[in-house]
């Protein structure tokens, strides 16, 4: 009996995902179902097949699955987009949905009891070490809690997809850290939210693609610019809104530091 594993946006992904699972001796096969291409596998082999999707989508361009693809006689060029079902996308993405599912859960508490939220949550006691993190989890519009969710969306699911669950916590940590840390020694406690993790992502995705010489994030230099724009308006207070410009600041540099002791020395 087959049994649906994943959604492919991309076709080429597709086969190329399906040559490597022949190549080990899996049972697969591909639908197309209106822009979407489908895997199926055998049931009895699903485990299999799940493990070495999430070995794909973390490196979808080693060179194992071209040298499979060789085999099957199919040589083809990847920039996969695999949408997979709501049971593998939590296996796949746990950590980004997490963040999500507590900041969306936070935030329904201030609208209920904004004052509870804030004293609870705030960087307002140092030595209370949950303090340090908590912050992130503090919106105080909608529009910022939108901004936010969506940039941690699209990159930490890039990140936790490439990289892993574990170096996307590590990551997001130590930025939640930094990012408030420094905007408690500069500006005082009165400051929230998850900008300063998503500058990390920001600048983690843009210079790792600068140093390897690919894509992978596909964080181009318009984005960036853009980001680093929004940061400067806000040191310079044009903006119609208050920021947690250090904040910002500590989370590039972050995320900057990440990409720079993570890449990859043998492609260099």
Not at 37 to 65: G, K, N
Request: aromatic residues 12%.
């Amino acid at each position: 009996m087959l049994t649906k594993v994943a959604e492919f946006r991309a076709q080429p992904a597709a086969l190329l995902f399906a040559d490597y699972c022949t190549s080990q001796g899996l049972t697969v096969q591909l639908q197309l179902e209106g822009e979407l291409t489908l895997l199926l596998a055998d049931s009895a082999q699903l485990p299999q097949v799940e493990a070495l999707l999430t070995e794909f989508i973390r490196e979808p361009d080693h060179p194992r699955y071209q040298a499979a693809a060789w085999q099957q006689s199919n040589s083809v060029q990847l920039e996969p987009s695999i949408r997979l079902p709501s049971k593998q996308l939590w296996r796949q993405l746990p950590l980004t949905l997490l963040l999500v599912a507590l900041t969306l859960a936070v935030y329904g508490w201030q609208q209920l009891d904004f004052r509870a939220a804030a004293q609870a949550l705030l960087l307002t006691n140092n030595a209370e070490l949950w303090r340090w993190l908590t912050p992130i989890l503090l919106h105080f519009s909608l529009t910022h809690l939108v901004f936010n969710l969506a940039w941690w969306g699209l990159l930490g699911a890039k990140i936790e997809r490439f990289r892993g669950s574990g170096f996307l916590l590590q990551l997001t940590l130590s930025s939640a850290v930094i990012s408030n840390g420094l905007q408690l020694a500069l500006a005082g406690p009165n400051f929230g939210g998850l900008s300063g993790v998503v500058y990390a992502l920001v600048g983690y995705c843009y210079l790792s693609d600068v140093l390897s010489g690919r894509q992978r994030y596909q964080l181009g230099h318009g984005l960036f610019g853009f980001m680093l724009l929004w940061l400067l308006l806000g040191f310079f207070d044009l903006l119609w809104v208050n920021m947690a410009n250090w904040a910002h600041l500590g989370g590039l540099g972050c995320g900057l530091l990440w990409a720079w002791l993570s890449r990859d020395r043998r492609h260099q």
